[in-house]
């Protein structure tokens, strides 16, 4: 995260880095330096195929990103500006019900916010034991861990009824970096807030269900 806050800064300062080759290093092509080869990686493109997703116009999808984090501790610091700039970067879709947007220990280069409708987040343990972890509200987010640091999915996102989301994938966290460098800083900030916390939670949860 450190290092990732200093190439932030660099361009900030001089809205380019040193090297144009570090642009997209970051996010999109960081699942090859974990190892991971196309094969392995899930990007929203091919789950949203495979959910039935249709596309929401950005009209609706922002209105309501706007209204959900309006309402947020943390992402209320994000100003309406600041959010009208960040919807170009996202994807909008609308998906059916009981279909698995994020699966356990997979890779996706994706994040996800909930806009409308529940989500279900399940944790298959070592021992067989699915656990429920969490029923999402409108405005939760998703999957932000694999996006910041490539790492395997820590469990299944499944929508309880019908959903419309907004979709973030690692080459638009690119491409905010390249052109609106402190918003992309102040996202990422933002969400390893919200992760710290959820993290502290669902710890708790599991430290609980052990004893």
């Not at 990732?4 to 330096?33: E, H, P, Q, Y």
């Not at 070592?126 to 910041?148: C, F, H, K, N």
Request: aromatic share 6%; glycine share 8%; net charge neutral.
């Amino acid at each position: 995260m450190k290092g990732i806050l200093s190439l932030l800064k660099m361009k900030t300062r001089s809205g380019k880095t040193g090297d144009d080759n570090t642009d997209s290093v970051l996010f999109s092509t960081a699942f090859a330096g974990q190892g991971v080869d196309d094969s392995m990686l899930v990007p929203w493109e091919a789950r949203a195929v495979e959910v039935g997703a249709k596309r929401l116009p950005t009209s609706r999808g922002g209105k309501l990103l706007q209204g959900l984090w309006a309402k947020d501790k943390y992402m209320a610091h994000l100003d309406k500006d600041a959010v009208e700039r960040m919807e170009r970067f996202f994807e909008f879709a609308a998906i059916p019900s009981n279909r698995d947007v994020i699966r356990q220990d997979e890779y996706g280069n994706f994040m996800v916010v909930l806009l409308t409708g529940t989500i279900a987040v399940d944790r298959v343990q070592p021992w067989g034991e699915q656990l429920r972890l969490a029923e999402t509200r409108p405005g939760d987010i998703l999957g932000e861990m694999s996006l910041l640091d490539s790492g395997i999915r820590f469990s299944a996102c499944t929508t309880l009824t019908d959903c419309e989301i907004a979709v973030l994938s690692a080459e638009a966290m690119d491409d905010m970096m390249s052109k609106d460098p402190q918003l992309a800083a102040s996202l990422i900030a933002l969400l390893a807030r919200k992760l710290s916390l959820r993290l502290r939670v669902v710890s708790a949860r599991l430290s609980d269900n052990q004893k």
